[in-house]
């Protein structure tokens, strides 16, 4: 079983820079196994629902995915050695504020969010607070 636990998160002004973790362990977790999941952030602030920002699937060919309000801003990548999923956010924006988690599904990325929530290994998530 993968467990997820992310870091990163904190207060800085508009306009600033964050950079979100997510490692991974495990007792057969390995940089081959990371590949095989599909690991997405998602992003919940108070009184809305949770939204998925990004996703990174890697394998042969890696492939992410941006939500449309983080497109240009945020950048996913992946650390396959360090078992480690990160989230760059550049040029933060008050309405980035949210808690941050991320979620790792076996083979695809192909679920809607409430799926992700019902079958997805989620990590403890870390607070994102942005100050106009």
């Known amino acids: 079983q993968v467990q997820l636990v992310e870091s990163g998160g904190g207060s800085v002004q508009a306009g600033g820079s964050l950079r979100l973790s997510c490692a991974a362990s495990g007792p057969t977790i390995d940089s081959i196994t990371i590949s095989r999941y599909c690991v997405a952030w998602f992003r919940q602030a108070p009184g809305r629902e949770r939204e998925r920002v990004a996703h990174i699937f890697g394998g042969s060919a890696i492939s992410t995915i941006y939500a449309d309000s983080v497109k240009g801003r945020f950048t996913i990548s992946q650390d396959m050695p360090k078992n480690t999923v990160y989230l760059q956010m550049n040029s933060l924006k008050p309405e980035d504020t949210a808690m941050y988690y991320c979620?790792?599904?076996?083979?695809?990325?192909?679920?809607?969010?409430?799926?992700?929530?019902?079958?997805?290994?989620w990590g403890q998530g870390t607070q994102v607070t942005i100050s106009s």
């Open positions: 979620a790792a599904v076996f083979s695809t990325c192909d679920l809607d969010t409430s799926s992700y929530i019902r079958t997805a290994v």
